[in-house]
């Protein structure tokens, strides 16, 4: 099972970014998926949560700007990412609570992909 991020860039504040994690491989259900972000000096914050029954959860610094969704059917999660502020630069990650073919059950992580957001 592997995990693949992709969709960062560069973006003007204000502007929009949508990233994507896509898993692969034996998969029976994806649980969980989340969305991390690291900037340059700091710890890995969470940035949102989507669980299998679609409840979501956002960190307060994102909360009315960035929406978490998922497409089962691709095994895929979003991130919409709105209103970008510069202080939202950082390397974000998607992990996922994956039960693969073999019922094994284990967190997953993607490779980052990387958001300035810079005038």
């Known amino acids: 099972v592997q995990l693949q991020a992709s969709g960062g860039g560069l973006v003007q504040p204000g502007g929009s970014l949508r990233l994507s994690c896509a898993a692969s491989?034996?998969?029976?259900?994806?649980?969980?998926l989340s969305w991390y972000r690291q900037a340059p000096g700091k710890q890995r914050e969470l940035v949102a949560t989507?669980?299998?029954?679609?409840?979501?959860n956002y960190a307060d610094s994102v909360k009315g700007r960035f929406t978490i969704s998922r497409d089962n059917t691709k095994n895929t999660g979003y991130l919409q990412m709105n209103s970008l502020k510069p202080e939202d630069t950082a390397v974000y990650y998607c992990?996922?609570?994956?039960?693969?073919?073999?019922?094994?059950?284990?967190?997953?992580w993607g490779q980052g992909t990387e958001v300035t957001v810079s005038s």
């Open positions: 989507i669980t299998a029954d679609v409840s979501t």
């Open positions: 992990s996922a609570n994956i039960i693969s073919m073999d019922w094994r059950r284990r967190e997953y």
């Open positions: 491989g034996s998969i029976f259900s994806i649980n969980d």
